[in-house]
């Protein structure tokens, strides 16, 4: 047997299990269950050995997007994530992200009213900052969890303001609850 006819029929062999994948019907873990195949992320952006890595955008399988920088397949750096509602209106994300979480400067916008968290973030929730409303309206001041608590102000859009705090109480009849109110000053 020629040496050029074994080397061709190697070569011929290993075409074949190359394209045998292609040739066989492609299966998911949901195949068993009869149900619909199995919705993944799709990525378009920059790699870097494997990962992505750079600027990107994903299109997760809920209908949220993240569009911004990447960094060993994490979001880090500049960017926007579209939280995707059952409603229609969408709550957005646009600030810094450091290992996928939210870190930095950034404003969060609520779809139902158009209401603003602009601050620093902390492990993914604000700290400080200002909560803005549609009208014009504002407060001023710290945030634990998301949430307003200690001194902070108020500045109405009529141009009147209120100084005070949001003070935690433990909600009635429920021992781990706390409930938020605020105690102003004058209005002024």
């Known amino acids: 047997m020629p040496a050029d006819y074994a080397a061709r029929q190697l070569t011929l062999a290993m075409l ?5 994948p292609m040739l066989l019907p492609l299966r998911t873990a949901d195949d068993e269950d009869e149900g619909a195949p199995k919705i993944v992320p799709v990525y378009e952006g920059q790699y870097s050995n494997g990962k ?3 600027k990107g955008k994903m299109l997760y399988p809920n209908g949220d997007t993240y569009q911004g920088e990447w960094e060993n397949d ?14 229609g209106e969408a709550d957005v994300f646009s600030g810094t992200w450091v290992s ?3 870190q930095g400067v950034g404003t969060y916008e609520f779809g139902v009213d ?22 014009g309206g504002s407060y001023e001041g710290k945030f634990v969890d998301g949430k307003p608590l200690g001194e902070g102000s108020f500045k109405f859009a009529n141009g009147y303001s209120q100084a005070g705090e949001y003070v935690a109480s433990a909600a009635e009849g ?10 102003g000053g004058v209005v002024a």
């Open 52 to 54: 992505r890595h750079g």
């Open 100 to 102: 996928g979480v939210k």
């Open 114 to 135: 158009k209401s603003q968290l602009v601050g620093n973030w902390e492990a993914g929730a604000i700290v400080d900052g200002s909560w803005r409303f549609p009208d």
């Open 74 to 87: 994490k979001m880090n750096g500049e960017g926007t994530y579209i939280y995707f509602t059952a409603k």
């Open 174 to 183: 429920d021992e781990e609850a706390t409930s938020l109110s605020w105690k």
């Open 16 to 20: 074949m299990l190359c394209a045998l």
